[in-house]
């Protein structure tokens, strides 16, 4: 069964940091470019992050670049996310997705839509960022 279990989220002040960590089993991780995206609430999803299936090429959403980064351990099918210099405007229920192509992926950075032909998802973890 394929599965990407997203964790790390929670509550925190603005300023503060966060990891969040995607966990991948049932698939070839390896094989696989991984992203991370964001949905706040009464909004679409927007991509953040992603990385190729190396962890080679990275690409970021303007609006993060420079408080995001992304890297992934293929030894342990892991892909992280540290968010530093959290802002209220964070706020939102951030996802990870596995897809074969690393176009797919990131030519949905920065940019609001549906994004439901991406391979996998997981289920979500729930940032909350205080002012």
């Known amino acids: 069964e394929v599965q990407l279990v997203e964790s790390g989220g929670g509550l925190v002040q603005a300023g503060g940091s966060l990891r969040l960590y995607c966990a991948a089993s049932?698939?070839?991780?390896?094989?696989?470019?991984i992203g991370w995206f964001r949905q706040a609430p009464g909004k679409e999803r927007e991509g953040v992050s992603c990385v190729s299936s190396s962890g080679g090429s990275t690409y970021y959403a303007d609006s993060v670049k420079g408080r995001f980064t992304i890297s992934r351990d293929n030894t342990k099918n892991t892909v992280y996310l540290q968010i530093n210099s959290l802002k209220p405007e964070d706020t939102a229920v951030y996802y990870c997705?596995?897809?074969?192509?690393?176009?797919?992926?990131?030519?949905?950075?920065?940019?609001?839509?549906?994004?439901?032909?991406?391979?996998?998802w997981g289920k979500g973890t729930l940032v909350t960022v205080s002012s």
């Open positions: 049932g698939f070839t991780f390896d094989d696989y470019a």
């Open positions: 997705a596995a897809d074969r192509s690393i176009w797919n992926l990131a030519q949905s950075m920065g940019t609001k839509g549906d994004y439901s032909g991406l391979d996998y």
